[in-house]
């Protein structure tokens, strides 16, 4: 049993549980996320595909997983990390299956960082780039959204299984996906306690299959706002803006940093601390919303 298993099965089960895709480097915007959510109470359940990783100029990162998995065990949380190739449909259904028995309970929170992102304009993207880029950004983004929706249950006073975990009176009074404002009267609905958050991009220039594809997914995660609010649950959609991660040259790290308003560029950091907020109880009003974390940067 490795060092993530054995604090994984000693911590409490009463942790809500967040699913958050694309977590396969340390220094990523996942893992960012995944530590701040494991330090405000959650336990996690991550996927990862080295094979994309290896293919790309900063190349696969031997042990990120496991070492992750055991950063956020240290935080309390136990941890669930899933290797999973996002351009098969069937994927999704087989994360959120592993998620639900390694973490024991449903998923609260499903927070979408994955990406395919292979630079290439309008007159050079071929057909093969353009269809992988929308079968990661757009398609699984969709089966995600919508194998979550088919599965959570809570949120609303009216809402089908309205009392399960994180939403009713059995829920710990701490719980980060629980409120606890007071009475709520009969008639009135409880406050949402799902939250799905998207990472989007505006990069579509020299960019185009990436960009492209970002925007299909804005679209189908603010439908998400709509579609599943009987279910308690809010969605949103955030552009961190320009993040370095180690894929920057050091021109154009230049250039970005001159272009931002507070003189510096985001870190993983800057982003988890927004989609902490939104997944928070204190984030519940904030809904159906693309919301830039930038820095002032222009677009």
Sequence with gaps: MTFSEQLSAASSPTRPVALITGVGRSVGIGAGIARRMAASGWDV???YWTPYDRRMEWGAEPGAAASIADELASAGARTAAIE???TDPDAPARIFDEAEERLGGQVTALILSHAESVDSGLLDTTVEAFDRHFAVNARATWLLIREYGLRFRGGREDAPGAGSYGTGADAPADAPGHATAGP??????????GRIVA?????TVGNLPYGASKGALDRITLA??????HLGVTANVVNPGPVDTGWMTDDLRASLVRGTPLGRL???????????FLCSPEGQWINGQLLKSNGGAAS
């Excluded at 709520?184 to 306690?193: E, F, I, K, N, Q």
């Excluded at 990472?199 to 990069?203: G, I, M, N, Q, V």
């Excluded at 998400?224 to 609010?229: F, V």
Aim: proline letters at 13%.
């Design 45 to 47: 359940a991550f996927t």
């Design 84 to 86: 999973a190739d996002l």
């Design 184 to 193: 709520v009267p009969h008639s009135a609905p409880r406050p949402p306690t």
């Design 199 to 203: 990472l989007t991009s505006d990069h």
């Design 224 to 229: 998400a706002a709509h579609e599943l609010a």
């Design 266 to 276: 985001g870190t993983p950091r800057d982003t988890a601390h927004l989609v902490d």
